[in-house]
């Protein structure tokens, strides 16, 4: 079994994604479960082709399938969702033996996910990417389709944060 696998059936994966889910049923704004981190994988792997990053796959998806679990932390605490994806990450990645410098690089990354940047500097920087942290928190923002959101009156995202029609690439 695959270290993507191993994630996807470890019941502590599981019972924190079941939490998470229950915490946002009646969410009307963007959700955080397993089709929002599967786009993010999907379009950090595009954009890493596009930036010729040697980054692996797999930990692209693990990145990605790690980066908002901490959002139970943050509903019951307060505390960074960030924060406390990365040390669930680690500490089932740890529990799984996956290689400590990768377990290092894909914490790092989560931990500088949730830095959003306006949607037109973005955009226009989307051929300067060199890091996982940038590769995820690119995908990040560019897996929400705010053009298409019927909460966009009362997101909290600044207004030039926002994906827009005319910042969505093409080839994503
Ligand atoms: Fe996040
Ligand atoms: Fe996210």
Redesign the pocket.
């Known amino acids: 079994m695959d270290i993507i696998d191993e994630v996807l059936q470890h019941p502590y994966y599981l019972r924190q994604l079941q939490v998470l889910q229950t915490y946002e049923q009646d969410r009307c704004f963007c959700r955080?479960d397993m089709a929002h981190f599967q786009e993010v994988a999907r379009i950090a792997k595009v954009i890493a082709g596009q930036n010729s990053l040697s980054i692996p796959q797999e930990m692209i998806t693990l990145a990605a399938l790690f980066?908002?679990m901490g959002?139970v932390q943050e509903y019951e605490q307060t505390i960074s969702?960030?924060e406390a994806?990365a040390a669930f990450a680690r500490e089932i990645l740890f529990a799984l033996d996956y290689p400590s410098t990768r377990i290092e690089e894909i914490c790092q990354a989560i931990l500088a996910?949730?830095r959003r940047q306006d949607a037109e500097v973005r955009y226009a920087r989307a051929f300067q990417i060199r890091t996982l942290g940038e590769l995820i928190s690119y995908a990040?923002q560019f897996s929400r389709k705010c053009y298409m959101c019927s909460a966009a009156s009362d997101c909290k995202w600044p207004k030039e944060q926002r994906i827009l029609q005319n910042y969505y690439p093409d080839d994503l």
Request: net charge negative.
């Open positions: 955080h980066h908002d959002r969702h960030a994806s996910h949730s990040d």
